[in-house]
């Protein structure tokens, strides 16, 4: 697998899928306990209904990458959306245009990075994105801790390996701590002005609906909501052909304008 070194003894490990290169890419970004492979076989399957090439990378701390050399701050999503998210897009793939497809914490860091306006970025698609701190949230978190202190995640070792611990720690822990509540990015909304598709389970355990209402209320391009039925904080997994639909649809609509 591919590696890009981002600073000193540090790398990013990273995959490329195949696809028409005259098309954007579609560039995948994970959730806040994911990485590459916690995907599965979507980004495959997207990639083959929209003939774009795709770009999936495990965030410095997750997956195959190098692990966190610091504890996270109130700032640590801005910093992969500013500064990790950037470098691996001209590093990867230099002057070509492309999609953001974020999950949860990937997708907050996709509308940060999308507010800086990119002219590159041709549109973004979240899925169970945060943009401020809610209630649902600290409850969904707090009933994870404690399946966690159980021994009932153990499945993260298999992505995260000797980082699991550290990954599970760094999200349950950040987010959980009275310095994060004030955490909000509501403001950046209005200065993203390509096309939004806002997707999020209508029973998202760690997101209540007010986080799609803030983000297609306030970017200040179209933004499109999809409230998926019966459905938690995976869409991508739990209502897969649904999903698929909705974002294949999205993305041949933008291209072709």
Known sequence: MPQLAIEKN?????????GDTDKPYLV???????????????????????????LIYDRLGHGRSSPLRQPRTIHYLQEHGLQELPTVLEKVIADKKYF????????????????????LLQGIITEAA????????LKGIAATDIL???????????????????????????????????????NLLPDIEVPLLVIQGADDQYGSVEQVNAIVAQSGGHARPELVAKCGHTPHREAQTVVLQHMSEFITDVTTI
Not at 10 to 18: A, V
Not at 28 to 50: N, Q, S, V
């Open 10 to 18: 540090q790398n990013i490990y990273y995959q490329r899928i195949e």
């Open 28 to 54: 995948f970004l994970h959730e806040g306990l994911g990485c590459r492979d916690m995907w599965h076989d979507f980004p495959k399957l997207l990639c083959a209904a929209t003939g774009c090439p795709g």
């Open 100 to 119: 953001l497809i974020g999950h949860s914490d990937g997708g907050s860091i996709s509308l940060i990075y999308g507010a800086e306006r990119p002219p």
């Open 130 to 137: 945060h943009v401020f701190v809610d209630t649902k949230t």
């Open 148 to 186: 966690w202190k159980q021994g009932k995640l153990k499945s993260l070792h298999k992505y995260h390996g000797e980082k699991a611990e550290s990954v599970f720690q760094a999200w349950s822990a950040t987010w959980q701590s009275p310095w994060f509540r004030s955490w909000n990015i509501e």
